[in-house]
């Protein structure tokens, strides 16, 4: 051995030391990266790294799984082979031998070191290279069968997950590098599996693993390439031309795929402008964006649906409009007059059948455009509703506040608003830990003056609407006074059609402020709280507006005009379109001028926020409006469409402009949920209904429009079945019709049906609720175990150390004088890693004794304290010798050098361990290794008992828990050492 | 054409294709962001893979990570030497798994790693407190600090070893749905 690499690894050693010897909790951090560096698949596994004391548990089915070649030996051949080895391996550091043999179930030698020392192959015997090889091989086999028959993919992650969990804290960490070549075989191992279960895969889940993969770019660049070669080789093997020309093609194709992907993504609108937002202002703001262009998809979808099928086949079938009437210039605003008479109204529609190759009914394609258009609407937000729900809502825990501090950071945020945003989380963590306090401190007088304020400003909110309501009904039936059933009015006249949607705008727009005035007065204990019963009131406001508005409708309107669904398309599109212009100006004022006056008059108030849930409120409003309409004015949509479009652009620059991202964000994901499901709930429902009582029980006008002459519009279907009769081949239309959809059975059993599968469901659900409190039960449980029977072991470790002293005395005397000569340097750090050191020391001479099989005195020059101390064999100590071996063996080796005066580093160790034995202090690592070393002693003791140098030990027969047993070892190994003397 | 010709072979291009959340265009704009980053170090021509590193000063200079309180974490963890030179790879392994397309527990498995300040494999209270002095631009005391620490470790750890290991980690992001949105490109 030369010099170099012993004092080589002595610097390392001490690496490792300086890097343990600090204080307690890095200690024990360090171990447990050491732990978890060793881990095989452990990192995923909650079980596992809950503690180093599971390690045991972890052993045994990696025993199994890595069959080791020298497990058929047995532990005999060991004492031969290990020696020899470290002797020509001195290059590995004292850590080396530790972990290794805890993973490798505690047999002998480990087939990882045979293999990546590559260096000196001089002593590495022929057979064990082969049989590790095949051993290797068969594994493979074997796991590969048994990913045959798993799902691969899922199998493949998890694993491949906690492979490289463990590589990349290894890579992190300076002190595993010694450790490094250890596991490298295991790597390998592991990457020859994932290779041939991504071989088995289709391209696309392919490359979908490899990208999921959480490796470096430039390790999964190997594995691809690794791939690859291996089925190009494969494929080539089996059919040549067949495997190049797929191969070609699948390129090509994928090729050709991802130039799609990428021109989509260009074509995605205002995708620049999102990522702007979400970087501007964060993820909440971003949500109304989306919310805006999500719903602006659906106008468009609509739209094309009614374009489509009612707007195109009534062109065809009359293109000439009746145009006796000019256009004005106010149509615009009123949607009356001219307008009238285009196909933007209900009465423009004809009922005939336009005769082509298939014959088209305007009126069947009118009635069943629509009700599909709804259904699929419905249909569209239920599923957006249920998935948002199921990821967003019901896995979210609202009494959490941990999130906020490790999730709530929003990623995107790139400008200024971060440090609003660390403003902002600083004063939620404050508020969050005072709000604690504040809790409990309420007394019954404040609690009763809370519940007052509340009950007054629900009160005075709800007048307030019902105010609303009956003075909308009130101007309604003014107008409807006033307004003559005539075709052509005078400009003034239509000019006063606008009052009411002006009015119904204002209100819309003053009183959110005034609800949101109230909550300044209203003390709720959350802001989820308050965001909550601020929007409960706008819904229900503009609700109530909405169902005033209906019910003229449907009861005033319908019996006065000659033409009333045209009169009622036109008071909706007055609505729509006089809802944005106070959109606009709401943006403008809102925003735009409480900007300036907060900038430049009163900075009091600083730049206004965004507020989302009202901004969120008005384009659902506006949305439920376009919905009603649909029947009334099918082309509604198109004015929808440009709205929105234009909205966008307007609230972008006014947010760009004139606002701050907001001071609290709710959390952004739930919002979505709430807006789709606010979106759903009242509004789109109420407009289904609506819709639906229009169609079911109104009856259509008499001269216009295309259900002119029927009772009701739903009549239509009835005719149609009519119809079917007299064609043989379509009775299952007819009978489906009469028994399913016209019967009362039918739906009374369809809801009891669905009634007996909710309450299923929802038993179902409270079940798993019960299970998932027993096993967060359970998982604390565990955590209390683990906690006490560290405690427990640590006091034992305490309570024994007492006999020491008097060992040691002896040992002290005799090491005095190598240890005087440089005592200057010696380091009087305390650790429980020296103690470990000198019983690997203590067990290294036991076992050299072992070796020599009753030689009463060891060679004496293999170590300076032989003939000072030399303990009865124990068997415990035999294995700590195990894992000691190669370490102490270096250790001796430095200090013939140290004596010729080449380095000090280990005599101060040296040193520094025998003051130590001095003053035991018992750590935590300690007992780890010596409960890794439990196992090996087990079988090391039947042996000793075979050889009859000592009385067996009492061994626990049936120990309940790994860690008693190792607790058992450890002291069976101290008393019968102590017995020695 | 000709650009795309001599930054990348159509080799390393399906390579990065592969192997990352990116489309050739994107990658490519990600080779010229990288390049803006240190113009006299980087080559246009990559088609030999130079070994090639900008340390982490530079990284974190990019808009996308300036005002991000953890970027230095990000760039470290993201770099093969642990210290935050980054070659092109571990720059567009970076963006790669930052970016939408990726999927959430690759974000989880690197989000547990940028906050485990001392790569213990656990987010120890130490972690934490690092984390929240960043995220607070170091405003709150060190009592609140504390505090809030013991408050999240209490939410979080189930187990109750006093640090997060990366089953707690992935069940608390588990209730938090926005978690990480992505940034950039």
């Not at chain 1, 069968?145 to 199998?155: C, F, K, Y």
């Not at chain 1, 009701?712 to 009835?718: L, Y």
Request: neutral net charge; contains cysteine.
């Amino acid at each position: 051995m030369d010099v170099p690499s012993c004092v080589q690894q002595q610097q390392q050693t001490e690496e490792v030391w300086t890097a343990l010897l600090q204080d307690s909790p890095q200690q024990q951090g360090n171990l447990s990266a050491l732990m978890s560096t060793f881990s095989n698949q452990g990192f995923l596994n909650p079980a596992y790294h809950d503690s180093e004391t599971l390690e045991l548990d972890k052993r045994s089915p990696s025993r199994s799984r890595h069959t080791n070649p020298y497990a058929g030996g047995g532990s005999r051949v060991q004492p031969d082979v290990y020696p020899t080895e470290s002797s020509l391996d001195p290059g590995r550091g004292p850590w080396g031998g530790l972990p290794r043999q805890s993973w490798d179930g505690g047999h002998g030698i480990p087939m990882d070191l045979l293999s990546t020392h590559p260096g000196n192959p001089a002593w590495r015997p022929d057979h064990n290279h082969s049989s590790f090889q095949i051993t290797t091989e068969a594994h493979y086999q074997q796991s590969l069968s048994i990913q045959m028959t798993s799902l691969p993919s899922g199998n493949m992650t998890i694993r491949w997950r906690g492979h490289t969990m463990r590589r990349m804290f290894q890579n992190t960490d300076p002190n595993l590098q010694l450790a490094e070549n250890a596991i490298m075989a295991q790597v390998e191992n592991e990457e020859i599996h994932l290779v041939r279960e991504l071989v088995d895969m289709s391209t696309r889940d392919r490359i979908r693993a490899i990208r999921d993969l959480p490796l470096s770019f430039q390790e999964k660049k190997h594995i691809r390439s690794q791939v690859l070669s291996f089925m190009s080789s494969k494929k080539s093997r089996h059919f040549t031309c067949l495997g190049d020309c797929s191969e070609h093609v699948s390129r090509s194709f994928r090729r050709c795929g991802s130039n799609v992907r990428s021109a989509r993504q260009t074509l995605e609108l205002w995708q620049g402008t999102m990522k702007e937002i979400g970087g501007k202002f964060g993820t909440s703001v971003l949500s109304y964006f989306v919310f805006l262009k999500w719903l602006l998809m659906f106008n468009i979808f609509s739209f094309l649906v009614n374009f489509g099928f009612i707007t195109i086949p009534q062109l065809v079938l009359d293109h000439s409009p009746n145009t006796n009437i000019s256009f004005r210039g106010l149509e615009i605003l009123t949607g009356a007059g001219y307008f009238n008479y285009t196909v933007m109204y209900y009465g423009s529609y004809s009922n005939h059948t336009l005769f082509g190759a298939v014959n088209y009914e305007m009126q069947l394609g009118y009635f069943l455009t629509i009700a599909v258009y709804m259904v699929l609407c419905g249909i569209a937000l239920i599923f957006s509703m249920a998935s948002s729900f199921k990821s967003n809502y019901v896995l979210a825990d609202s009494s959490s506040g941990a999130w906020q501090l490790l999730c709530s950071w929003d990623f995107s945020i790139t400008e200024r608003a971060v440090r609003q945003r660390k403003n902002n989380l600083r004063i939620q963590l404050k508020e969050s830990l005072s709000e604690k306090a504040q809790r409990e401190q309420l007394t019954s007088s404040e609690k009763l003056q809370h519940f007052g304020i509340h009950l007054g400003s629900w009160l005075l909110s709800t007048s307030l609407t019902v105010g609303c309501g009956a003075s909308i009904y009130f101007l309604c039936s003014y107008e409807h006074q006033r307004m003559s059933d005539s075709s052509s009015w005078s400009l003034l006249q239509e000019a006063e059609t606008l009052l009411v949607p002006f009015v119904v705008s204002l209100m819309n727009m003053v009183v959110p402020l005034f609800f949101s005035l109230f909550s300044k007065f209203e003390h709720y204990s959350t802001q989820r709280r308050q965001i909550y019963a601020l929007v409960l009131r706008n819904v229900l406001f503009r609700m109530c507006i909405l169902g005033v508005l209906c019910y003229y409708w449907m009861n005033e309107v319908a019996i006065k005009y000659s033409c009333w669904e045209s009169v009622v398309g036109q008071a909706l599109y007055r609505l729509v379109l006089v809802d944005f212009i106070f959109l606009l100006l709401g943006s403008f004022f809102g925003e735009f001028l409480s900007n300036v006056v907060g900038t430049r008059l009163i900075p009091r108030l600083g730049v206004p926020e965004f507020d989302v849930a009202r901004n969120v409120l008005e384009i659902i409003y506006a949305q439920t409006l376009a919905w009603i309409g649909i029947y009334f004015s099918p082309l509604l949509p198109a004015i929808q469409i440009l709205k929105f479009f234009i909205l966008f652009y307007i609230k972008k620059v006014s947010l760009m402009q004139n606002c701050q991202p907001p001071r609290r964000t709710g959390r952004a994901a739930q919002m979505k949920t709430i807006f789709t499901a606010l979106l759903f709930f009242p509004f789109f429902l109420g407009a289904l209904a609506i819709v639906g009582y229009t169609t079911w029980s109104l009856r259509p006008s008499e001269h216009c429009g295309p259900f002119r002459g029927l009772n009701s519009t739903f009549s239509v279907v009835e005719e149609w079945i009519d119809d079917l009769r007299q064609i043989p081949g379509s009775s299952w239309v007819v009978f489906i019709y009469q028994k399913i959809i016209r019967s009362e059975v039918f739906y009374f059993l369809i809801s009891i049906i669905i009634l007996i599968i909710v309450y299923i469901f929802w038993q179902v659900s409270q079940g798993r609720k019960q299970l998932i409190v027993h096993l967060r039960q359970q998982i604390v449980n565990e955590g209390k175990d683990k906690s006490f029977l560290l405690e427990k072991l640590q006091n034992l470790q305490k309570s024994q150390p007492n006999q020491r002293p008097k060992q040691n005395n002896n040992r002290k005397s005799k090491t005095r004088p190598h240890a005087e000569d440089l005592s200057s340097s010696g380091s009087s750090n305390s650790n429980a890693m020296v103690q470990v050191l000198l019983a690997r020391q203590r067990a290294e001479e036991e076992e050299e004794r072992l070796r020599t099989r009753g030689l009463p005195d060891p060679p004496p020059h293999q170590h300076l304290y032989d003939t000072s101390d030399m303990p009865q064999s124990s068997s415990s100590a035999l294995a700590l010798a195990m894992q000691a071996r190669q370490r102490a063996e270096s250790q001796t080796r430095g200090e013939y050098y140290s004596r010729a005066g080449f380095t000090e580093n280990h005599v101060n160790y040296r040193h520094a361990a025998e003051e130590d034995v001095n003053s035991p202090t018992s750590v935590n690592s300690v007992m780890m290794q010596v409960m890794q070393a439990r196992q090996q002693a087990e079988e090391e003791e039947e042996e000793l008992k075979r050889m009859k140098r000592l009385p067996a030990a009492p061994q626990n027969p049936a120990p309940s828990s790994a860690l008693i047993q190792a607790m058992l070892a450890r002291q069976q190994a101290q008393n019968e050492y102590d017995d020695g003397y | 054409m000709g650009n795309k010709q001599t930054t990348f072979t159509d080799e390393q291009l399906e390579a990065f294709q592969d192997c990352t959340f990116f489309t050739r265009k994107e990658i490519l704009r990600l080779h010229g962001r990288y390049r803006e980053l240190a113009p006299h170090l980087v080559p246009l021509d990559f088609t030999n893979s130079p070994d090639i590193r900008i340390p982490l000063a530079l990284i974190v200079t990019m808009p996308e990570l300036k005002e991000n309180p953890f970027r230095d974490r990000i760039v470290e963890t993201f770099s093969e030497d642990g210290d935050g030179n980054q070659s092109f790879n571990d720059f567009v392994d970076m963006f790669s798994v930052l970016c939408e397309a990726s999927p959430r527990d690759l974000k989880t498995i690197y989000a547990f790693k940028i906050y485990d300040y001392n790569r213990d494999s656990f987010i120890c209270k130490e972690d934490l407190q690092q984390a929240v002095v960043k995220l607070t631009k170091g405003e709150l005391s060190a009592e609140e600090v504390t505090l809030v620490c013991e408050k999240v470790m209490e939410e979080a750890d189930l187990d109750g070893d006093a640090k997060l290991s990366f089953s707690d980690f992935e069940n608390m992001i588990s209730k938090a749905p926005d978690f990480l949105r992505s940034a950039l490109v």
